[in-house]
């Protein structure tokens, strides 16, 4: 059964970078099937989409947060990655990844991981 | 970007009675949405997707319905652990995916 796990420091500096892992197990980040996602979810809020990314490195963002963020992709480590740049309070979040099934409306994440929150303070 | 309304935002029931959640979509998304249910301090969870199928071991007493703009997750008969938020996600249309903002279902 496929497994993923965040991984990354808990505590970002306001203005640095937010770098996330999601490490995959029980399955293969360079599956043709599925993009691989991450979401985030602030303190008693509602989940917002960050971006996706397939295995050959095709990626999508939110247009909300294109220019901060970059997500990437390391198949032979069997993880995927989340760099956020430039991070404020507002970025204060617990960041899950997912896996996102691939084709044609057929876009939904399952399964997700546990979540790591992640708290921008200086 | 289509932006997904649930409602309500907090919904009452009692064990072993019927809620019913509504998502509207400000576009139409044809089936193209899902259900998650989410428990305090955990990962959301599949429910539903393509508006009415159900997730592999999911309950046959959630049910989803509708399509366009206006859908429904229904749970039958409610059951303790059933007690969570539930959130819609559209993905007919994206970037961006979209989710609606949660209705928190609470023991009456």
């Known amino acids: 059964q496929l497994q993923l796990q965040e991984s990354g420091p808990g505590l970002v500096k306001p203005s640095e970078t937010l770098s996330l892992n999601c490490t995959v197990s029980?399955?293969?980040?360079?599956?043709?099937?599925?993009?691989w996602g991450w979401i985030r979810q602030p303190p008693g809020k509602g989940l917002e989409w960050i971006g996706s990314i397939y295995y050959d490195g095709s990626t999508y963002y939110n247009p909300s947060l294109r220019s901060r963020v970059t997500i990437s992709v390391d198949t032979s480590k069997n993880q995927f990655s989340l760099r956020l740049y430039s991070v404020t309070a507002a970025d204060t979040a617990v960041y899950h990844c997912a896996r996102q099934t691939y084709g044609n409306y057929h876009n939904w994440f399952d399964p997700w991981g546990q979540g790591t929150l992640v708290t921008v303070s200086s | 970007e289509i932006v997904m309304t649930q409602s309500p935002a907090t919904l009452s029931v009692s064990p072993g009675e019927r809620a019913t959640l509504s998502c509207r979509a400000s576009?139409?998304?044809?089936?193209?949405l899902a259900w998650y249910q989410q428990k305090p301090g955990q990962a959301p969870r599949l429910l539903i997707y393509?508006?009415?199928t159900r997730a592999t071991g999911i309950p046959a007493r959630f049910s989803g319905s509708g399509s366009g703009t206006e859908f429904t997750l229904t749970i039958s008969s409610l059951q303790s652990e059933d007690f969570a938020v539930y959130y819609c996600?559209?993905?007919?249309?994206?970037?961006?995916?979209?989710f609606g903002q949660g209705t928190r279902l609470e023991i009456k």
């Open positions: 576009q139409s998304v044809r089936s193209n």
């Open positions: 393509g508006a009415s």
């Open positions: 029980g399955g293969s980040s360079s599956s043709s099937s599925y993009y």
């Open positions: 996600q559209q993905y007919n249309n994206w970037p961006p995916i979209t």
